[in-house]
């Protein structure tokens, strides 16, 4: 089993940036896939990026060129560096890990965009 745990979550102002962290409970070499995915009140959850063991990647295309998403091997964490931050990235952030067959999740982390 994996236990993700979140942090890094809050409120911002427009433009404003963010860094979300996902700390896993065993190595991330291990993890084949890790990632992020946002749900905002009303709408369905979108993969916001993904990472994978060789640091290929894929960002949702409306964050391009804002979010940036890595891996930390000494630390166990996948992070989401969020910058210019609009409205629209208001969301509940969720990270996941592909490990052994089976996704796990962490328990979310609420980012509101607001002036």
């Known amino acids: 089993q994996v236990q993700l745990v979140e942090s890094g979550g809050g409120l911002v102002q427009p433009g404003g940036s963010l860094r979300l962290s996902c700390a896993a409970s065993t190595s991330i070499s291990s993890i084949a896939v890790m990632g992020w995915y946002r749900q905002a009140p009303g709408n369905e959850r979108e993969l916001v990026a993904l990472?994978?063991?060789?640091?290929?990647?894929i960002v949702l295309d409306s964050v391009k060129g804002r979010f940036t998403i890595s891996r930390d091997g000494t630390k166990n964490t996948v992070n989401l560096q969020m910058n210019r931050l609009e409205p629209e990235d208001t969301a509940v952030y969720s990270c996941?890990?592909?490990?052994?067959?089976?996704?796990?999740w962490g328990q979310g982390t609420q980012v509101t965009v607001s002036s």
């Open positions: 990472i994978t063991t060789s640091t290929g990647r």
């Open positions: 996941y890990a592909d490990f052994a067959g089976r996704r796990y």
